[in-house]
């Protein structure tokens, strides 16, 4: 039986096991085995046809948002109205195939944007570029999910499916739990909270799988096994996700409320260009940039040119070259400052 088959058996599986006490152990085998198999699917294949031919853009600027879609959902469209590049739009589907690179410049950050081709169900095992859509996706620090507001639910869905199969976690956080695997002594299990989802026998259960037989586990949270999981397995990308249901002007005011409301959404028009600074305010919020603007001694602040912290990122000294390697991965477009100010935060 290949990967796939083995797959799409466990998730039958799971599907008809009802879930309750006497299943619990059991489900939760399952769910080890098919993070398992999942991770074989995604190991890199060697063949060329997989390589990101026209994939590989250069990261640049402050951040980077990834623009995820069924195909015609207006990806482009919106690419060519926020951007100053232009990537062609077009009524058919697939008519972008490659990742088109473009920049936000919003309160003195330059925001990467990168319009990559529609993904459909399937995209995570390769269908259409679906895998190399979803390795850029991994890079970016925001993904915005765009949908087409005349179409259902059923898109969102699917991609999020995708999405977390691939072991993008959206609009999550990572689990609360101390996990280390151990050369001796068996396995140590202790909890801060009182847990309702997991037990000490489905914790081993689930160590076992993964052939773990010597560990420190301390939960610090209520996790279920598949938060569990994600922590064993690792390699898994907690992801700020902002749904955009595009195309609104093709909808009622009655809808256009509805999906305003949902939690971590936005609605937009690329085509009336309806709302699209709003979007910018939330896309900024998702990204949790602080500027921070440089002064000289005895000069007033340059309001023009920000220096871009991360969300978790900190200022420890006023000396510049601490402040630059305090950075990190950032990118600094400012002269070394001689004192600093917040500004968002
Ligand atoms: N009515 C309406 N049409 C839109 C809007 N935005 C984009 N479109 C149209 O939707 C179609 C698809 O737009 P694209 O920008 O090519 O969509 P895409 O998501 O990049 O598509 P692929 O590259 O094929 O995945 C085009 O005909 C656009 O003119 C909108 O806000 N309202
Ligand atoms: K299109
Ligand atoms: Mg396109």
């Known amino acids: 039986m290949g990967i796939l088959e083995k797959i799409s058996e466990i998730e039958k599986e799971i599907a008809r096991t009802q879930k309750n006490k006497a299943t619990e152990y059991h489900l939760g085998l399952l769910k080890a085995k098919l993070a398992k198999y999942r991770a074989q699917l995604l190991e890199p294949s060697k063949s060329a046809s997989s390589k990101g031919e026209g994939f590989d853009v250069m990261k640049s600027g402050d951040a980077r948002v990834a623009l995820i879609g069924f195909p015609s959902v207006g990806k482009s469209t919106f690419l060519s109205l926020m951007t100053s590049t232009a990537s062609e739009a077009a009524s058919y589907e697939f008519t972008t195939l490659t990742c088109i690179p473009g920049v936000i410049e919003y309160k003195g950050a330059n925001i990467q944007l990168l319009d990559l081709p529609g993904i459909i169900e399937g995209a995570a095992q390769g269908k259409g570029r679906g895998r190399q859509v979803i390795a850029v996706a991994r890079t970016a620090d925001v993904v915005i999910m765009m949908l087409d507001a005349t179409k259902g639910e059923v898109q969102r869905s699917l991609l999020e499916k995708e999405l977390e199969s691939v072991g993008i976690r959206l609009n999550k956080h990572k689990p609360n739990i101390y996990f280390k695997p151990k050369k001796g002594g068996g396995i140590s299990f202790n909890s801060t909270v009182t847990l309702t989802q997991c037990s000490e026998k489905l914790v081993q259960l689930i160590l076992h799988e993964y052939k773990i037989f010597n560990a420190e586990v301390l939960f610090r949270e209520d996790c279920s096994?598949?938060?569990?999981?994600?922590?064993?397995?690792?390699?898994?990308?907690?992801?700020?996700?902002?749904?955009?249901?595009?195309?609104?002007?093709?909808?009622?005011?009655?809808?256009?409320?509805?999906?305003?409301?949902?939690?971590?959404?936005?609605?937009?028009?690329?085509?009336?260009?309806?709302?699209?600074d709003y979007l910018l305010e939330m896309l900024w919020e998702y990204l949790a940039l602080t500027c921070i603007y440089t002064k000289k001694r005895g000069q007033r602040p340059d309001f023009t040119d920000a220096i871009i912290l991360r969300k978790g990122a900190s200022v420890e000294t006023h000396t510049p070259g601490d402040i630059f390697r305090g950075l990190g991965q950032s990118r600094l477009r400012a002269p070394a400052p001689s004192t600093v100010r917040s500004g968002w935060g």
Request: net charge negative; aromatic share 8%; hydrophobic share 40%.
């Open 225 to 276: 096994p598949d938060e569990f999981i994600d922590v064993i397995v690792g390699n898994r990308v907690y992801m700020p996700c902002l749904y955009v249901y595009n195309k609104i002007d093709q909808i009622s005011m009655e809808e256009v409320d509805r999906l305003a409301r949902k939690p971590n959404s936005v609605v937009i028009s690329c085509g009336m260009k309806l709302n699209l």
